[in-house]
C-alpha cells in the first residue's frame, strides 16, 4: 500500500503561507491595497486550497480503505473556510472603508468623518488577521487529526 500525507502536508503548507502573506500585507494597510492583496490571497485559500486539501484527505482515506476503529473528520475542513470567508469579507470591507476614509480626509470639512472611519478599517483589518490565524490553527487540527488516522490505520494493519 502506497498511501501517503504528503499531497495534504503540502496544501496545508502552502495555504499556510498564503495566510501569512496576507496577514504580512494586511499589516501594513495605510492605503488599501494591500487589503486588496491579502483579500485576494485568502479568496485563494477559501475557495481553492481548502477544497484541494479536503479532496486529498478523502483520496488518502478511500486509498487506506475502512476500518471499524479509525476515522477521519472532514469537518474541520468547513471551519476553516468559514473563517477565512469570514478574513476575505473583512479585508474586502476594509479596503473599501479605507478608500472612503482616504477622499474624506483629503477634505476639510469631511476629514472627522474619515478619521473615524479609520477606526472602523483598523478594527476589521485586525479581525481578518484573527480570522487568518485562527485559520491557520484549524490547519494545524486538519494536520493533526490526518496524521491520527494515519498511526491508527498503521496499527490496525500491523495486528
Same mark, same amino acid.
Given at each position: 500500500?502506497?498511501?501517503?500525507? +504528503? ?13 501569512? =502573506? ?15 492583496? !491579502?483579500? =485576494?490571497?485568502?479568496? !485563494? ?10 479532496? =486529498?484527505?478523502?483520496? /488518502? ?5 475502512? %476500518? +471499524? ?5 472532514? !469537518? ?10 469570514? %478574513? ?7 479596503? #473599501?472603508?479605507? #478608500?472612503?476614509? #482616504?477622499?474624506?480626509?483629503? %477634505? ?31 490547519? =494545524? ?7 491520527? /488516522?494515519?498511526?491508527?490505520? +498503521? ?5
Amino acid at each position: 500500500m502506497n498511501c501517503k500525507l +504528503d499531497t495534504v502536508t503540502a496544501l496545508i503548507a502552502g495555504a499556510t503561507a498564503l495566510l501569512l =502573506a496576507a496577514i504580512a500585507l494586511a499589516y501594513y494597510w495605510p492605503t488599501a491595497y494591500p487589503l486588496f492583496g !491579502a483579500a =485576494a490571497l485568502v479568496a !485563494a485559500v477559501s475557495f481553492g486550497m481548502i477544497p484541494a486539501i479536503k479532496n =486529498a484527505l478523502i483520496a /488518502y482515506a478511500e486509498c487506506r480503505g475502512a %476500518s +471499524d476503529k479509525c476515522s477521519i473528520s472532514y !469537518a474541520i475542513n468547513t471551519l476553516g473556510q468559514a473563517a477565512s470567508i469570514l %478574513s476575505v469579507v473583512a479585508f474586502t470591507v476594509a479596503a #473599501l472603508l479605507q #478608500l472612503t476614509a #482616504l477622499a474624506f480626509i483629503s %477634505s476639510w470639512i469631511l476629514a472627522l468623518i474619515g478619521v473615524a472611519m479609520e477606526a472602523a478599517v483598523a478594527a476589521l483589518v485586525y479581525s481578518g488577521i484573527a480570522a487568518c490565524v485562527a485559520t491557520i490553527g484549524i490547519f =494545524a487540527g486538519v494536520l493533526t487529526n490526518a496524521y491520527s /488516522y494515519k498511526s491508527c490505520m +498503521d496499527a490496525a494493519s500491523q495486528k
